[in-house]
């Protein structure tokens, strides 16, 4: 094939402008190699215009992701170094189930350990255990009470009696003071046996002197107050009660009450004590040969009215006093 032939050939292939375009290469006289040149300076074009139509489009997705979030608002992204926290370091949320039933259990063992803890004491028990003289300002409280205010002669002075403050659990379990007025020869016995009672938490609801009850020991027993001294004959007698000596103490008295027979009559004091009479039965507080009050007071050399024959005064313990050569 001749040159004419050839570009006849390609000029019939693109048509018009191929004739144009033959026509005006053999019209300035450009030889093959120049049609060659610019072929691929068409597609260096053509890939030029392709590249920059790319960048175009990057640029209006650019700005199309600007319209659509704010200045200074960032997409969120995932910390994958996060992701390598261990299972113990990473905090738990217990459901609102779970929580409300670690509510409660915790709720048990605080109970728990309330109960099993001693309670706290504002006493020092150190220093609250003592005895001393009666002062005027004692005096002045019994007389005409506890101790008699009259001229008739008295049994046992002033001097003879002395103060004891102790300190007790009550029946809930909180400590309490406590005030007692003894003989002087008891008072150190009184001070060691109610230290250990509180030593072990014995109950014993109230230690109040009977004077707060204007010295009636029915009023006393009946409230279940443990008293010593009260210058009183025995019940139903004429015979002055160890009590007018203060060598005889009642504890818990309406737990442990006075059970006595007269006239085929079984009498009990206080009267309010009636269903704990009965020894056999199992309740509180009671006071027998196993309990802890019993053993401390018989150490100390104290006689029980629980082993009384010809009456039972479950409450009673009195000691005899030395009597002087």
Same mark, same amino acid.
């Given at each position: ?31 093959? +190699? ?29 700005? =199309? ?6 200045? +200074? ?15 113990? #370091? $990473? ?31 504002? =006493? ?28 008739? %002669?008295?049994?046992?002075? =002033? ?86 000596? +203060?060598? $005889? ?6 737990? !442990? ?14 009267? !309010?004590?009636? #269903? ?24 100390? +050399? ?21 009597? %002087?050569?």
């Amino acid at each position: 094939m001749t040159e004419v032939e050839k570009w006849y050939s390609i000029a019939l292939k693109r048509g018009r402008s191929g004739f144009k375009t033959v026509s005006s290469f053999y019209a300035h006289g450009h030889p093959e +190699g120049d049609w060659k040149r610019m072929k691929r300076n068409r597609s260096f074009a053509v890939l030029l215009l392709s590249g920059t139509l790319f960048l175009l489009c990057l640029l209006m997705l650019f700005r =199309y992701q600007n319209q659509h979030n704010p200045a +200074g608002s960032r997409p969120e992204t995932i910390d994958f170094s996060e992701l390598e926290m261990s299972v113990e #370091e $990473a905090p738990q949320t217990a459901l609102p189930e779970q929580a409300a039933i670690k509510s409660e259990t915790q709720i048990q063992t605080e109970k728990q350990t309330e109960a099993v803890e001693p309670p706290t004491s504002q =006493y020092d028990a150190s220093t609250a255990f003592y005895s001393t003289d009666l002062t005027e300002e004692l005096k002045a409280r019994i007389t005409g009470k506890s101790y008699p205010d009259t001229a008739e %002669p008295i049994q046992i002075s =002033y001097e003879e009696l002395a103060y004891v403050h102790i300190l007790h659990y009550d029946f809930e379990a909180q400590v309490q003071e406590g005030e007692l007025i003894c003989h002087q020869e008891i008072a150190q016995d009184l001070i060691e046996i109610f230290r250990e009672l509180y030593e072990h938490q014995y109950p014993i609801e109230k230690v109040w002197l009977i004077d707060e009850y204007n010295a009636d020991d029915e009023l006393s027993m009946a409230d279940n107050n443990t008293s010593c001294f009260n210058y009183r004959t025995v019940s139903g007698k004429s015979k002055l009660s160890n009590h007018s000596y +203060g060598c $005889a103490i009642d504890i818990n008295p309406l737990y !442990n009450p006075y059970v006595r027979t007269r006239d085929g009559k079984v009498l009990v004091s206080p009267q !309010n004590a009636g #269903e704990y009479a009965d020894r056999s039965a199992d309740f509180p507080y009671k006071i027998d040969r196993e309990d802890l009050c019993y053993r401390l007071f018989t150490e100390h +050399g104290f006689e029980w009215g629980g082993a009384w024959n010809s009456s039972k005064d479950y409450q009673h313990f009195e000691k005899k006093l030395q009597k %002087p050569d």
